[in-house]
T-cell receptor, first 113, second 112 residues
């Protein structure tokens, strides 16, 4: 079945450490997105990519980095510059153009220890 | 800038009731509106996608309507069940970049 796979499901980060969250899709979707979800704050857009080798900052990009070397993959790195990284991270994708809806992965919960 | 509001923020009902969840948006120039369900600690599951040219979509006990002129969508859940307990989010896609704007969701509890 087609879908989005996020890994790992749980991730623990030490202070000052960079960590990378994986997002892979086999839906042949052009666009991919990373969201952060905190209790009471809804979904906030971190980065998005409409095409391979191109990506744009979202509303809260500081302290995060991404790459889009392959259509299927859109990894998110949480750097040590992100001072409050504990959150639930969601990856999504959609086909190109107006009519398509979004498909989400199952999420990664990142905790700073 | 598009703003999406969901009312109520929380809802607790007995099993069997018919429910209406509301989603309002400020910019009526939308491409589509999508309703999602999120269980605790899980990702978002798509329920219904309504294109801007459509008035409603149905799937099983779920019916979503769209009124662009008034900037509103409603999600109707018939004969609610405890398994319907979850947070329901709506997302509106508008603008050239096709970036969705999400509401904060309605947390639904259906008790037996």
């Amino acid at each position: 079945d087609g879908g989005i796979t996020q890994s790992p499901k749980y991730l623990f980060r030490k202070e000052g450490q960079n960590v990378t969250l994986s997002c892979e899709q086999n839906l042949n979707h052009d666009a991919m997105y990373w969201y952060r979800q905190d209790p009471g704050q809804g979904l906030r857009l971190i980065y998005y990519s409409q095409i391979v080798n191109d990506f744009q900052k979202g509303d809260i990009a500081e302290g995060y980095s991404v790459s889009r070397e392959k259509k299927e993959s859109f990894p998110l790195t949480v750097t040590s510059a992100q001072k409050n990284p504990t959150a639930f991270y969601l990856c999504a994708s959609r086909g190109q153009g107006g009519p398509y809806g979004y498909t989400f992965g199952s999420g990664t919960r990142l905790t700073v220890v | 800038k598009q703003e999406v509001t969901q009312i109520p923020a929380a809802l607790s009902v007995p099993e069997g009731e018919n429910l209406v969840l509301n989603c309002s948006f400020t910019d009526s120039a939308i491409y589509n509106l999508q309703w999602f369900r999120q269980d605790p600690g899980k990702g978002l599951t798509s329920l219904l996608l309504i294109q801007s040219s459509q008035r409603e979509q149905t799937s099983g006990r779920l019916n979503a309507s769209l009124d662009k002129s008034s900037g509103r969508s409603t999600l109707y859940i018939a004969a609610s069940q405890p398994g319907d307990s979850a947070t329901y989010l709506c997302a509106v896609t508008s603008g050239g970049s096709y970036i969705p704007t999400f509401g904060r969701g309605t947390s639904l509890i259906v008790h037996p």
